[in-house]
């Protein structure tokens, strides 16, 4: 049985592994930087902090124990709207769609609209670097004619973007490296993966206490998120290695 000392250990080389990724993202940045052309990203501009932020749960746990009062109550009122809200998801795409015209922004969010756990932020919200202005992380591209979404597609550079997107591939990939190695440490130490909604993840830290539930294996963790209707595939995965 895994025990809480374990996840310390987790945690602190998931903050390692933050270290390492910003250096790596940082020669990328420089590379683009160097062809001619720049990343967009910068304090205030929160666009893409619309999105369903993913993260495995050892990256959940890094945010949710330097949390304040005040932001774990924000937490826990997005989970609760989530939570009221996601009966209606059918499909990704609905759920992509729910998360921001209804849920929203990201509960961390500060008043002058940066991050509030910016050195904590998981791999997905680091990997993620804008080749275009931040209105196009605003923008609904069903919304978009034709004639509107060629032009934006003919405007990306094909061999440095995640096509069809206009975020930087290199930055992209290293991210989803970084995420698989912080699975595989979560599967060796406890046989199973977990992995989901961040801002939910957190809650269910906060909340629950189920890094605790964790330790006790696969069955009991899915059976107390199943008891306490807090499973929802596209809120929480697991997955038994």
């Known amino acids: 049985m895994a025990n809480q000392n374990q996840w310390q250990i987790l945690r602190e080389e998931i903050r390692r592994q933050y270290e390492l990724f910003d250096s790596l993202t940082l020669r990328c940045i420089e590379e683009y930087s160097n ?44 989970a609760d709207k989530l939570l009221k809200h996601i009966a209606e998801v059918s499909d990704l795409k609905s759920y992509l769609g729910m998360q921001r015209k209804i849920i929203g ?21 680091r990997s993620l670097l804008s080749t275009l202005d931040n209105a196009w992380c605003a923008t609904d ?31 992209r990939d290293l991210g989803q490296q970084f995420e698989s190695r912080s699975a595989l440490a979560l599967a060796a130490t406890f046989g199973f993966t977990l992995s989901g909604n961040l801002p939910f ?41």
């Not at 509960?107 to 919200?125: E, H, I, K, M």
């Not at 069903?142 to 290199?170: C, G, I, W």
């Not at 107390?224 to 595939?233: E, I, M």
């Open 35 to 78: 062809s001619g052309k720049r990343i967009h990203c910068g304090k205030g501009c929160c666009e893409c902090c619309n999105l369903a932020v993913n993260s495995t749960y050892s990256e959940a746990l890094c945010v949710a124990e330097i949390l304040t009062e005040a932001q774990t109550a924000l937490i826990k009122a997005h």
């Open 105 to 125: 922004f990201c509960p961390l969010l500060t008043d002058n609209r940066a991050c509030g756990v910016y050195g904590q932020r998981p791999f997905s919200c």
């Open 141 to 171: 591209f069903a919304l978009l004619s034709p004639a509107e979404k060629t032009a934006f597609m003919e405007s990306l550079d094909r061999q440095a973007v995640a096509f069809p997107m206009h975020y930087l591939a290199a930055s």
């Open 201 to 241: 993840l957190i809650y269910l830290e906060k909340e629950y206490g189920l890094g605790s539930i964790m330790c006790h294996g696969y069955s009991v963790t899915m059976d107390f998120l199943r008891q306490a209707g807090l499973f929802n595939p596209f809120l929480v995965t697991v997955e038994k290695i």
